[in-house]
C-alpha cells in the first residue's frame, strides 16, 4: 500500500500564495514509475481535479480554474511532488489530495489508485 503524506496546507488571506507538498514512501511506492496528481475537496461537493504531472515531469495538466495561477511539478530524487497556488481565491478553499498511480492525463478521481490523507486549504476574502 502506498503512502503518500501531504503538508502545507493552511489559512491564508485572498491573493496570497502556498506551496504544497506530497512525500511518498520509498518502502511502498515507486515514485518515480508513477504519475502524480493533486485534488481537492470542499464541503459537499465532488472530488475535483487540480493538476498533474507525468512521471518524468514533461507532461502537465491543468484543471481550467487553476491555470494560469497554479504550478505543479516534482523531484523524483526527493519522492515529492509540489503545487504552487498563487493568487489564492476563496474558492480555492477545499482539502487538497496527493495522488498517484494514474493516467497523467486523467482528470477523473476514480481513476487513481493511491491517496494522501489531505491538508486542509482555507483562503479568506
Known amino acids: 500500500q502506498a503512502q503518500l503524506v501531504e503538508s502545507g496546507g493552511g489559512w491564508i488571506q485572498t491573493g496570497g500564495s502556498l506551496r504544497l507538498a506530497c512525500v511518498a514512501s520509498?518502502?511502498?511506492?515507486?515514485?518515480?514509475?508513477?504519475?502524480m496528481g493533486w485534488f481537492r475537496q470542499a464541503p459537499g461537493k465532488e472530488r475535483e481535479f487540480v493538476a498533474s504531472?507525468?512521471?518524468?515531469?514533461?507532461?502537465?495538466y491543468y484543471a481550467d480554474s487553476v491555470k494560469g495561477r497554479s504550478t505543479i511539478s516534482r523531484d523524483n530524487a526527493k519522492n515529492t511532488v509540489y503545487l504552487q497556488m498563487n493568487s489564492l481565491k476563496p474558492e480555492d478553499t477545499a482539502v487538497y489530495y496527493c495522488?498517484?498511480?494514474?493516467?497523467?492525463?486523467?482528470?477523473?478521481?476514480?481513476?487513481?489508485?493511491?491517496w494522501g490523507q489531505g491538508t486542509q486549504v482555507t483562503v479568506s476574502s
Open positions: 495522488a498517484g498511480g494514474g493516467a497523467p492525463d486523467s482528470k477523473t478521481y476514480r481513476a487513481w489508485a493511491y
Open positions: 504531472i507525468s512521471w518524468n515531469g514533461f507532461r502537465l
Open positions: 520509498e518502502r511502498t511506492f515507486s515514485f518515480d514509475r508513477y504519475a
